[in-house]
Every structure is written in C-alpha cells, then in structure tokens.
C-alpha cells in the first residue's frame, strides 16, 4: 500500500446557511503534487482552499492530510488567505517571532524576512505595511512554517510586478522541497506552467481535472492580463 | 399536532377551575388577607419560568452534546416563552410587595434572580438575532445560555445574602393545606400552557430553519 | 408579618389576575396568528 | 506542558500589544475616572454618601470601562484574521482562552488600580482595613469579570451590532461578582467590624472559578469555525 495521498477529500461540501459554497468534492492529491485551483468568481475556491487546509470544517465530507484528519494535522499545514492574520500593533519582526514561537517553526525569521524583501522595514508596526507589504509579510511566516502541504489562495493579488516574481520563486522552492501545494489562482496562464495538475471548480463542484499541459485553452485565454482581480 | 392544542385546552380548563377555587373556596389568610390570593398566579407563573430557562439550559447542552437541530429549536422556543413568563413574574412581583411591603420591587431573592434570567436570555435573544450562520448562532447561543444558568446560582446567593444584611425574609411560610389544591391545579395549568406555547414555537422555528437551510 | 399594609389590596389582586390573564392570552394569541403565518400550523 | 508555555506566549503578546497600543489604555482608564466624577454628581455631593457609595462608583465605572478593554481585545484578533492565523499554528483553544482572559484581568486590575486614588481623593475613601485589602478586593474582582468577559468579547466581536451586545451579554452575567466585589470594598473602605470582607470575597473568587473553568471547557467551541 502506498502512502496516503497527501490530501484526501471525499464527497466534501460546505455550505453558509442556505448556500452549498462547495459540493460533493472528492480528490485525491498525492504528495508532492503542486495543484492549481481555477475558476470563475463565487466558484468556491476560497471555500474548498479554506477547508482543505481545516480553517473551516466542512459540513459535509472529510479532509484527510497524509491519512490523519486535517484538523490534526494542523501542523503540517500552511495556509496563505485573504486576511494576512498579523497584529498591527506588533512590528513585522514581532509578528513572526510570535508565530516562530507558538507553532514551534523550524525556519529563521531574518532568513524569510530577507527572502520577501521586508528586511528593511521589520522593526516598523504592521499598522505602517502597505497591502503588499502585509501580504509579504504573510508569505514570511508562511515560509517560517515550512510545511508539508502549502495552501495558497490568490497569492497575486495585491502585488508589485517584484511580489509576482516573488511569488514564482517561492512556487519554485516548494517545488523543490517536495512539499504539496495547492494553489488558487485567476493567473491560469502563469501558474499553469508552473504546477503539475489543474482542477476547474465551476459553483462549487469540480467541472475539470486535468494535467497542467492539457489546460483547455479557453481557460488560458480567460485569465487577466494584471494582478488577480 | 393533536397534542399540542390538547395540552393548550388542558392549560385553560386547569387554570380556571384552579382560579375558581383560589378565589371562591380557599380560606383567606389570617395575617396577609386578600392579597395572598395573588400566589395562585404567582407562584405557577414562577415555577413555570424557571422550568422554561432549565429546558433551555438542558437545549443549549443537548445541542452542544449532539448537534442536532431540534435542541436548538427547542433553545430558540424555551427563551421566548422563559422571557415573556419572566416578565410577566416580574409585574406580578410587583403588584404583590405593593400591598404587602408599600414597594413596587423588595428585592426578594428568587423573584429577582428570575429577573436577572430575564435580562441574561434576553441577551441571548439579541445575540441569536445578531449572528447569521445557524450553526454558529445554535453554537454561540447555547454557549452563553449555558453560562447564564449556571449564574443563577450566584444571583440568588448574593441577593439573598445582601438582603439578609437589611431586611428579613418575606416568603410566607406557611401554606394551608386547603390552599394547595388551587396552587397545584394552577401549575399544572401553567405547565401545560407553556408546553403549548413552546410547541408552537418549536414548529416555527423548524419551518423557519427549513426556509434558510434549503439548497 | 404585617397584615396587609395598605387596607384593601383587593385592586392589586385583581390587577395580578387580569395582567397575568390577558398577557398570556395575548401571548398564545399572536403565537398561534405567527405560526399560521409561517406555516408552522 | 504546551496548553501552559503557548498560554504565556499569548499572554506576552497581548501585553506586548498593549504596551504599543498603551494610548488606548490610557484612554479607557481616563473614561473610567470621568465615570467616577459622573457618578458623585449623580449621586450627591455630601461627604457620607460619597464614601458610603464610593466602592459602588468604583465597580460600576470599572465595569463600564472593562466593555470597551474587553471590545479591543477581541477586534484585535477578528480585524485582519489573527484568531484564525493563530488556531492554524496550531495553537491550543484553551491556551489561547487563558493567555487573553490573563491579558484582560491585568488591564482591568491596572484600570481599577489607578481608580482607587482618585476614589479615595474623590470620595474621602481611605480604605480603613488597609490599601492591601482594597487591592484585593480589586484583584479578585478584575479576575471574576475577565474570564466571562473574554468569552463574551469572543462571541460578540464576530456577530453583527458588537459594541451593544457585550454589555447587554456581560452585564447580567457579572451581576454576582459585582455586588460581592462592592461589597468587599465596601467593607475595606468604611471598616469591617464583623469581618465578612472574608466571606465576600470567597463569592468573588468562587465566581473566578466556576467561570474560567467554564471559559477553559467552552471556548474552544466558540471559536471554532
């Protein structure tokens, strides 16, 4: 028996009172499998991103990461989402210090504060960061964490053209890494070159699952041409 | 449904002959006179109440035991019905220390605990009102009412013991036996009264649930 | 305990019973008129 | 063990927090003298009833400022998604109830601490059973008011129409620990001569109890989402 797929979900669904946002997914993603999540707005890929990584518990199905239940394996887990998490009041650095020391996080704080560019302005409180700024702050402790299985919902957006590269270069490292990453993004043409597998969500079920190469050129013409709208 | 309009009729037969008897057939007692007759609305109208909040604390437990939505049904049709049953305490309270004491409100221990159970589950009331996801609102709601009952315990022993310091007990104590009868028969009324309102309002809130759950 | 202190009181009694009486018909009342309306009954 | 090292590490954040944001504190400790001064108008302006009510100025004006420190320790972690970032560590429920619930009851003490020289200025309320004495009577009260408040201020920050719903929540809620709390300083201030400023506070601290336990075993059920 092989190991067990480093995500697995089977018949997943959420729904906020009256609206399945995600419905009857089942997937299964091996490890060290990069994974893009693409789709039209509302399409629930925030939603499924949100579960996978247990940030939300699904109200229908289950998350399983390298065969434990998600919420357990909360360790192994990284999850980039729209809300940055950091505490305006603390600078950058506190803010890292504070995650390195609570999640016990293998990697070093100065070493990812160089690695997003934000080592220039660590000492100053958060409440001063600019939205990108927050947001590389964000893919800081992300890289703190060093986890397994990476979840990234819309890295792009809010960022400079250097936070796009920034954003290649850290897909890269995963890549190299081993670790599993799932990504959600509307930048389909960019990410696709860079991830094994795609799946197209279309209002919260999986409409296609495909490798990266066969993407449908429909969906490749559809992506926007700036930041992730 | 055949029950609930049955427990409803019930609830209206034992409350008028139990008011009968209070007013008609049971002595007038000697040191209080007349206004005792208030207690065979009152007192029903108490124990009632706390029943009411208790069945919402055993709802707010069951539901955050099992997650199943008829404890939070239950929860949502207790605290209505505990609420206005509190209140309505509340004036009876009221227009019973008047004669009694010359107060409108003697802080009596029990009937100001009820009060406090008031304001905690009408609290309560707004936070469900304010939270949108059910299952959150289920969640939260049971936590706070699950606080708030386990508090009525502290209520009643500051209050009492407060009061101890300025004034001495005010309950009557005895109770003539001939007056147990209407007292009885109206709890009973009062009881099945608020198993009817209950009832209901178990059934609107799952029709209303049924509305906001559908795909 | 004092007999009671305001001489009468029967006005008080008689307020209790109709305060209590007509609330809670009310109460029933609007309750049975809210659930037909939400098609709970 | 972890619940206890990740609890101080939450604490040392929240104090950190509050020193950056020393300012707001500042400022909710001002509201709470402004409070006293309300309170002695309202209340008339004649040396005994001044010092007879001054415990219950103190109490309710600690209470009324301890819904604005409870509202900000909250919308601190709801505003940009910190309680979740937090609990994806991972970091434990209960760790984080009792860093927070630790957090506030120190903000409540220093707030109700810096009210006490004003009340006894304010008041002519120089403790007559000893400054040691009202500050317990204060440290038990801050102690039984944040454990609910934390659990409150968690619930309330995320539903809609926040600010009137944690006084409306906490208020009936710390009903008990209030009137013990005044009472035992009641008693500390106008002098004690059948010594049940004991007794009171065992109430107080009683209350303590039953609330953070609660708090520790319901508040991982309020945050999770």
Redesign the interface.
Same mark, same amino acid.
């Given at each position: 028996m092989d190991a067990p797929a480093a995500i697995a979900a089977r018949d997943l669904g959420r729904?906020?009172?009256?609206?399945?946002a995600v419905r009857g997914v089942t997937l299964e993603i091996p490890a060290s499998q990069m994974v893009m999540i693409h789709g039209p707005n509302g399409s629930g890929k925030t939603t499924l991103l949100r579960v996978l &990584?247990?940030?939300? &518990?699904p109200?229908q199905g289950e998350v399983r990461v390298h065969g434990v239940p998600a919420v357990e394996a909360?360790?192994r887990?990284?999850?980039l989402?729209?809300?940055?998490?950091?505490?305006?009041?603390?600078s950058g650095r506190?803010n890292l210090a504070?995650?390195k020391?609570?999640?016990k996080?293998p990697g070093s704080v100065d070493g990812v504060l160089d690695a997003v560019g934000l080592a220039s302005r660590a000492d100053d409180?958060v409440r001063a960061y600019s939205a990108g700024m927050?947001k590389r702050l964000a893919f800081a402790?992300l890289l703190l964490?060093e986890a397994d299985v990476v979840c990234l919902d819309e890295p792009y957006a809010a960022l400079d053209p250097e936070g796009h590269a920034l954003v290649d270069d850290v897909l890269r490292q995963l890549r190299a890494r081993g670790a599993t990453v799932l990504v959600s993004t509307h930048q389909v043409r960019r990410v696709a070159g860079l991830v094994d597998h795609a799946i197209r969500l279309e209002n919260g079920h999986v409409a296609a699952q495909v490798p990266a190469a066969q993407v449908s050129p429909a969906a490749l013409a559809a992506a926007p041409a700036g930041g992730d709208a | 449904m055949k029950h609930v309009w049955a427990s409803g009729a019930a609830a209206v037969l034992l409350l008028s002959v139990g008011t009968y008897i209070g007013f008609f057939h049971a002595p007038v007692e000697q040191y209080m006179g007349i206004t005792q007759k208030i207690m065979y609305v009152h007192v029903p109208t108490a124990w009632t109440a706390l029943l009411a909040f208790t069945a919402a604390f055993v709802a707010s437990v069951g539901w955050l035991w099992k997650r199943a939505w008829t404890w939070d049904y239950l929860l949502e049709s207790t605290i209505e019905v505990g609420i206005v049953l509190g209140c309505l305490l509340s004036v009876q309270g009221a227009l019973w220390a008047k004669p009694t004491w010359g107060v409108y409100w003697d802080w009596d221990p029990r009937l100001t605990s009820v009060a406090v159970m008031v304001l905690t589950y009408a609290g309560i009331a707004a936070l469900r009102s304010f939270v949108d996801d059910p299952v959150k609102r289920a969640t939260w709601s049971s936590v706070a009412s699950a606080l708030g009952y386990v508090n009525v315990i502290f209520v009643y022993l500051c209050v009492k013991w407060l009061r101890t310091l300025h004034q001495p007990q005010s309950s009557p104590s005895t109770v003539d036996p001939a007056m147990v009868l209407p007292l009885r028969i109206n709890a009973f009324g009062m009881i099945f009264l608020a198993i009817f309102l209950v009832a209901l309002r178990y059934r609107m809130a799952r029709a209303r649930r049924a509305r906001e759950l559908e795909a | 305990m004092p007999a009671g202190v305001l001489t009468g009181g029967e006005e008080f009694v008689a307020a209790a019973y109709i305060v209590s009486f007509v609330v809670l018909a009310l109460f029933a009342g609007t309750m049975i008129w809210r659930a037909r309306q939400e098609g709970a009954l | 063990m972890e619940i206890a090292s990740q609890c101080l590490l939450v604490l040392q954040k929240e104090l950190r927090h509050l020193w950056r944001a020393r300012a707001r504190a500042t400022a909710t400790a001002t509201f709470a003298l402004a409070c006293l001064f309300l309170f002695s108008f309202a209340g008339g302006l004649d040396g005994d009833t001044l010092r007879d009510n001054a415990a219950g100025y103190l109490w309710v004006g600690l209470l009324l400022a301890s819904t604005l420190a409870l509202g900000e320790s909250f919308r601190v972690e709801t505003e940009h998604g910190a309680l979740e970032a937090l609990l994806l560590f991972p970091v434990h429920p209960v760790a984080l109830f009792l860093g927070k619930a630790l957090g506030n009851m120190l903000t409540l003490l220093a707030v109700g601490l810096a009210m006490v020289p004003f009340a006894v200025a304010l008041f002519d309320a120089a403790p007559r059973e000893g400054v040691p004495t009202l500050a317990a009577c204060v440290l038990s009260g801050s102690a039984a008011i944040a454990a609910p408040g934390t659990m409150h201020s968690a619930l309330a920050s995320r539903a809609r129409a926040r600010d009137v719903l944690l006084p409306l929540l906490l208020f009936p809620l710390v009903l008990p620990c209030v009137v013990a709390a005044t009472q035992a300083t009641r008693l500390a201030i106008t002098g004690d001569p059948m010594n049940q400023l004991g007794s009171w506070l065992s109430v107080t601290v009683a209350f303590a109890i039953v609330h953070w336990s609660l708090g520790a075993l319901l508040f991982p059920l309020v945050v999770e989402d």
């Open positions: 729904r906020f009172a009256g609206r399945w &990584s247990s940030a939300i &518990s109200s909360r360790r887990i990284a999850l989402s729209h809300a940055d998490g950091h505490y305006d009041e603390l506190d504070l995650a020391e609570l999640g996080m409180p927050r402790r964490k | - | - | -």
